[in-house]
């Protein structure tokens, strides 16, 4: 099937141009002016802004956690995602303590296969790394396509690991080309606070903000920046929420060291003023917690400075009902909240309309740089001759409020419920299918592809 979008204005992380958009089958075949050609489905894009699909490198779907799972699933997540223009997500596996990675990765088939509308890939998040663990990194590089392994500094006793894992996890993910993703923020120190605000009887969500201040944050960093320093790993730290985190980054520039950063969509535009609303405040119960304005500011400016080159969402959503298994103690909140669906809308709204960020800068960080620093471009996150034909089709002009009563995520709140956004996505394509139009989703769960991982270089 051939597609011809007309007359939009494309854009890409370094091009900007009005033009016309052939697409053959899978893949676009030609960009140009007056294209002469005639297709099986014509698309009037006059007057709006075609972007490459969006690309979300951190969700988790129908993730196990406390006895229950976070509440969209692979279908939900990923229709939800389209409707927002984000045509691929990376969601992460989780290793057992004990078990094998190759486990995990059974385990988390099971519920991924067959079941994805849109895109998908995924983090291998390392949780037990020892000498049969060592002997299966090779295989994920390259026989899996998964090179990207997730580590956490936190979660101590269920996911934490320790530095002298985490230095030799990365000199053996070095060694075959793949990339180290951290949740850095210092495990010891948020287990002793957690326990500290308990023992005093302060159970409310606020205090789940107090037991992880930004200290946890910027000593962990910077302690995972010098790690991957020593070891020479390519390092990505995941939601990166602020000032003192961000400067540690920044100090490791001075020695010509990169490190990836993402931030997500909620610590660009909330703060921590949300957590003093009582147990309302369990909505934004997240980790990282939110922060304050200063850090908003500070994480917006990084992107400009090329400091952050990601933005992303964390999505793991937990109904009301699963929420409040914390009511009576904030340290029994599931983390996480929805936001999948509403990224690419809300950073065109609060990032490009309102002046923050250019339209270039937009794609990069919404779509191309995920694709970049994770093995997948030019397949993903830019419109080119041969790249997958994933394609987002925006109203700039078009104004709408989100609200949980019209999205699509399986969840029951919504974390910017009546926000008004200006710019609505209006159709999407998926490797050349029209995934959505007039509010319609046209494919079905499956037609999501497992996306196979090229190496990474550490570099963008
Ligand atoms: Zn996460």
């Known amino acids: 099937m051939s597609i011809l979008i007309k007359n939009g204005r494309i854009i890409t992380a370094d091009a900007d141009q009005v033009a016309d958009l052939y697409i053959n089958d899978e893949t676009v075949q030609a960009i140009g002016k007056d294209l002469p050609w005639k297709a099986d489905k014509e698309i009037d894009a006059t007057g709006k802004l075609v972007f490459p699909g969006g690309i979300d490198p951190h969700v988790h779907l129908d ?43 059974e385990e988390w088939r099971s519920r991924s296969d067959n079941n994805c509308v849109g895109d998908y890939s995924f983090h291998m998040a390392v949780t037990d790394f020892n000498e049969n663990t060592r002997k299966e990194i090779k295989d994920f590089t390259d026989k899996e396509g998964i090179t990207s392994f997730k580590t956490f500094m936190a979660y101590k006793g269920a996911l934490m690991i320790d530095d002298r894992q985490m230095v030799g996890l990365m000199e053996e993910v070095k060694k075959w080309g793949g990339l180290i993703n951290v949740h850095a923020t210092n495990g010891d120190m948020i287990d002793y606070l957690i326990a500290k605000h308990k023992d005093e009887g302060k159970l409310s969500p606020l205090y789940h903000y107090l037991s992880q201040p930004e200290v946890t944050e910027a000593e962990a960093s910077e302690r995972f920046a010098d790690m991957a320093y020593y070891t020479g790993c390519p390092g990505y730290i995941v939601h990166l929420t602020c000032e003192g985190a961000l400067n540690a980054v920044r100090n490791a520039t001075r020695r010509n060291q990169k490190v990836f950063v993402e931030t997500c969509i909620q610590y660009l535009l909330l703060d921590a003023t949300l957590y003093e609303k009582d147990f309302d405040g369990a909505k934004w119960v997240m980790s990282p917690p939110l922060r304050q304005t200063k850090d908003q500011e500070t994480l917006w400016a990084g992107i400009n400075q090329g400091l952050v080159q990601v933005v992303a969402t964390d999505h793991c959503p937990f109904k009301w009902e699963q929420k409040k298994m914390g009511e009576k103690d904030f340290s029994k909140i599931p983390n996480g909240h929805p936001a999948i669906e509403h990224r690419m809308e809300l950073l065109y709204s609060e990032g490009v309309n309102k002046g923050r960020i250019t339209l270039n800068k937009y794609v990069e960080i919404a779509c191309t740089n995920p694709a970049k620093i994770f093995g997948m471009f030019p397949r993903k996150g830019t419109i080119a001759v041969g790249s997958d034909a994933d394609i987002v089709i925006i109203d700039p002009n078009e104004k709408h409020r989100i609200s949980s009563k019209t999205h699509h995520m399986n969840v029951d709140y919504s974390a910017y419920e009546g926000r008004e956004l200006t710019g609505k996505v209006k159709t999407v394509l998926l490797r050349g299918k029209v995934a959505i139009e007039n509010n319609h989703c046209h494919i079905d769960k499956g037609y999501g592809k497992f996306i196979k991982r090229n190496k990474v270089e550490g570099k963008i």
């Open 63 to 105: 993730m196990p956690f406390m006895g229950t799972f976070s509440s969209d699933n692979y279908e939900t997540g990923t229709r939800a995602a389209l409707f927002g223009g984000t045509t691929m997500v990376i969601d992460f596996i989780l290793q057992k303590q004990g078990n094998s990675l190759h486990a995990a990765l």
